[in-house]
């Protein structure tokens, strides 16, 4: 487990030098946040969360667990065990029904009602990524191939396989091999070259990606146009619009990326749940105080520029803490 208050984000936590000062609470309370691991939009959002609620809150601290899958981790704030996860409208819709990797929780319907929102965020879009060098050049190529979706249980497994299958026609299994592994044995695999393609949602530019992409030419695969068969519409028509088309520019990460052309994709509405019986106050203050301070995150952290005030109020399928509602309120947002 990692104490987000010493550590952190090499990036944010520079800039979180120059937060503006606490905000004081009569007493001190430590909350507990389950994310997946580095390298995604969704670690680096919800650890900047943490990060700017720590310096400058004085009435919680987050402590952040990075390991795991985001559909178990709302199980873990239903029943109590965790305070603050990763979400989705399609993953919470999956745990209201009992349904996809909810199938085997029988309380799963039950405990969602412990489950609130505090904002919604945008993935940026799932990148199927391969090594320029391995001549896969569409996701036609990747038959027969290994690739790598999302950890097993997770909600992008489901995403970036419904996708892909969509697109191409192809079957999980029986036209190319889905391994499983974590987050961050995926992406070491996928360097040693024991992957042929490795899939990761971030907002560009990626830092994982970046790094990849500074020593070896890599190159995404997608459409290159949307595309309107009825298999693919069906991937889009899930409650409030939350899965919608992404795209990712050709030119992204410059002489190490060899798109000719953007390529599009699956892009995803994320967000940041808390157990609906957390302390109205302190959510308030929580999310007041993230918002307050992101600006100077995205001086040292561009890819936060898509994380919008409108975009984090807008309304799905989940309903949203009081003290996050208040604050929406107070801004004209609800």
Request: proline fraction near 4%.
């Amino acid at each position: 487990m990692t104490n987000l208050k010493r550590t952190g984000i090499a990036a944010v936590a520079l800039a979180a030098v120059a937060l503006s000062p606490a905000t004081s609470f009569a007493q001190k309370q430590t909350l507990k946040m389950n994310t997946v691991a580095p390298g995604s939009t969704m670690y680096n959002v919800m650890t900047t969360f943490a990060n700017i609620v720590n310096k400058t809150q004085d009435g919680v601290e987050i402590t952040v667990d990075a390991t795991g899958a985001a559909a178990k981790h709302m199980i873990d704030v239903g029943r109590g065990k965790s305070d603050i996860a990763l979400t989705s409208p399609q993953l919470y819709l999956y745990m209201q029904k009992g349904k996809a990797m909810y199938g085997k929780t029988k309380d799963a319907p039950k405990i969602s009602r412990n489950v609130n929102v505090a904002f919604w965020f945008p993935l940026g879009g799932l990148h199927f990524t391969t090594f320029d060098e391995s001549g896969i050049k569409t996701l036609m190529d990747i038959k027969g191939k290994r690739v790598w979706f999302g950890p097993p249980g997770g909600g992008q497994l489901r995403t970036a396989t419904d996708f892909v299958e969509a697109v191409t026609g192809y079957k999980s299994g029986k036209d190319f091999k889905r391994v499983n592994a974590g987050f961050q044995s995926a992406f070491q695999s996928f360097q040693d070259r024991q992957l042929d393609v490795y899939t990761i949602g971030c907002l560009d530019p990626c830092a994982q990606l970046q790094q990849v992409s500074a020593t070896k030419k890599i190159r995404f695969l997608g459409p290159t146009e949307k595309v309107n068969t009825e298999p693919v519409k069906k991937i889009f028509n899930v409650p409030g619009g939350s899965q919608t088309w992404g795209v990712v520019k050709k030119d992204a990460y410059g002489d190490g990326q060899t798109n000719e052309s953007d390529i599009w994709t699956v892009d995803v509405v994320l967000g940041i749940a808390v157990r609906s019986d957390l302390d109205e106050n302190h959510v308030y203050n929580m999310v007041k105080s993230f918002w307050g301070n992101i600006d100077s995150i995205r001086k040292s952290a561009p890819y936060m520029k898509r994380v919008t005030l409108d975009f984090a109020a807008r309304k799905f399928n989940m309903k949203f803490h009081p003290g996050a509602a208040r604050y929406f309120k107070e801004l004209g947002k609800h």
